[in-house]
Every structure is written in C-alpha cells, then in structure tokens.
C-alpha cells in the first residue's frame, strides 16, 4: 500500500488507511514487537541467507543483518513463515521477497526503520499533503519543546493519532514505550496541547509519527518554550 511519508529534521509522519494502526488501538495492550537494529544499516546490496522460517525470526534476521528496525504486533504475524531470500539484493529488495506470500507490506517511514502493514488495493493510495506534514511536525516540535522531560528528543517513540478538523491532535496513542512512564505521561500531555489552527483534508485517516533519538539542538526549541 502506498502511503504519505515525509521526512522532516526528526519527525517522520506517515498517514494513510492504516490497519495496523488501528488494530494496535482496538487492542492497546497487546504485546508489540519490533525488529531490533544490531549494527548501522548497511547501503548497497549484500548477501542474504535466509532460509523460510516463522516470520518473527526471519525479521530478527533481517533486522540482525541490515540494521533496520520494524514496528508490527505480535498478533499480524502469528502463524505467518517468510519466504527463502538467497542470494546478493539491496536491504530493501530482500524485505519485499522475505514477505511474499505472507500477505503483509513493508511501508517505510525512515531510510533503516518500517511499519508492517495489510497489503490494501491500490485505490486507498493519497497523494502527499507537504505542506500540512510540515506544519504537523512543527506543531508536535514545538509542543515537545514546551517540555524538558521530552525536549531533548534521545528516545525513540511511535505514536498513532487523529487531527480533527480544527487542528487539534485527538485519540493520541503510544505504539510502544519510551522508556519511561512519567516521559510516556508527558508526550500524551504534550500532544492534546497542539493547535495547529487547521486539520487535514481528510480527519477520517490516522496519522503515524516515529519519533527517532536525536538531540535537540538549542535553536531548535528557540521561541517555543513559553508556556
């Protein structure tokens, strides 16, 4: 499925009709389960060797071998085997054979990090809203900035939510943890705060934000941090 993915300074913002997304918020304690990035992604092809195995330890080896991180639920891979990848591919053309067959898509929402999601027909496709996935990112910025606890941006988080038709960030749920609940409690708090004056074309459609670590620098948060 195609999807809406801009990347801008930390923020990476996918929307689109997501059934992943929304079977994690039907189910928020479900365990999550994601792809852990051994060494720094690797460019060019390479060889793989990965034989038809559960899909859970295909992507541990993927993940092992490429350094790319994915995000999925335990539950939207149970039962489902990869197929065997052998042979020299690029990172990225080995994740589309690994997952032949097994009915799920890679959509990328960084160059090394990916959600797993339902292949969905080609008429969902949106095109790309640049302007509004700028304006999102800087109001979501600008709330974190608000905060010290969440400012300095050195956690990794996943965050699905709505902007209803006034700009305000509605439904806002945690993918995983950052590590902390208090910080978890503060990046919640911080989202209901954002107002960015407008919402999207479509309210109907969730958006999804990977926030990767990363240090603000001071600038950064320059003319944001009053109340």
Same mark, same amino acid.
């Given at each position: 499925?195609?999807?809406?993915?801009?990347?801008?300074?930390?923020?990476?913002?996918?929307?689109? *009709? @997501?059934?992943?997304?929304? &079977? +994690?918020?039907? #189910?928020?304690?479900?365990?999550?389960?994601?792809?852990?990035?051994?060494?720094?992604?690797?460019?060019? @092809?390479?060889?793989?060797?990965?034989?038809?195995?559960?899909?859970? !330890?295909?992507?541990?080896?993927?993940? &092992? /071998?490429?350094?790319?991180?994915? +995000?999925? @639920?335990?539950?939207?891979?149970?039962?489902?085997?990869?197929?065997?990848?052998?042979?020299?591919?690029?990172?990225?053309?080995? +994740?589309?054979?690994? $997952?032949?067959?097994?009915?799920? &898509?890679?959509?990328?929402?960084?160059?090394?990090?990916?959600?797993? &999601?339902?292949?969905?027909?080609?008429?969902?496709?949106? =095109?790309?809203?640049? !302007?509004?996935?700028? %304006?999102?990112?800087?109001?979501?910025?600008?709330?974190?900035?608000?905060?010290?606890?969440?400012?300095?941006?050195?956690?990794?988080?996943?965050?699905?939510?709505?902007?209803?038709? =006034?700009?305000?960030?509605? #439904?806002? %749920?945690? %993918?995983?943890?950052?590590?902390? /609940? @208090?910080?978890?409690?503060?990046?919640?708090?911080?989202?209901? /705060?954002?107002?960015?004056?407008?919402?999207?074309?479509?309210?109907? $459609?969730?958006?999804? *934000?990977?926030? +990767?670590?990363? #240090?603000?620098?001071?600038?950064?948060?320059?003319?944001?941090?009053?109340?």
């Amino acid at each position: 499925m195609a999807r809406n993915v801009v990347s801008i300074a930390m923020f990476t913002v996918a929307v689109g *009709m @997501s059934l992943l997304m929304r &079977e +994690l918020a039907a #189910q928020p304690d479900s365990p999550r389960q994601s792809v852990t990035a051994i060494r720094a992604p690797q460019a060019g @092809s390479m060889q793989f060797d990965i034989p038809s195995l559960p899909l859970q !330890a295909a992507l541990d080896a993927f993940g &092992e /071998k490429t350094g790319f991180a994915g +995000l999925y @639920s335990a539950a939207s891979i149970q039962g489902l085997n990869s197929t065997a990848v052998s042979g020299r591919y690029t990172a990225y053309a080995a +994740l589309r054979l690994l $997952l032949e067959g097994t009915g799920l &898509e890679a959509n990328f929402t960084a160059p090394d990090a990916f959600v797993l &999601e339902p292949v969905t027909p080609a008429a969902v496709n949106m =095109q790309r809203n640049i !302007a509004y996935d700028g %304006l999102l990112q800087s109001g979501v910025r600008a709330a974190f900035c608000r905060d010290p606890l969440i400012a300095t941006l050195d956690y990794r988080i996943a965050l699905r939510f709505h902007v209803d038709a =006034q700009g305000r960030i509605t #439904q806002a %749920l945690l %993918l995983d943890s950052s590590g902390s /609940k @208090s910080r978890d409690r503060a990046i919640l708090q911080a989202l209901q /705060k954002v107002d960015l004056g407008r919402g999207p074309a479509d309210t109907s $459609l969730p958006f999804f *934000m990977l926030i +990767l670590p990363q #240090q603000l620098a001071a600038s950064d948060c320059a003319g944001t941090t009053g109340h």
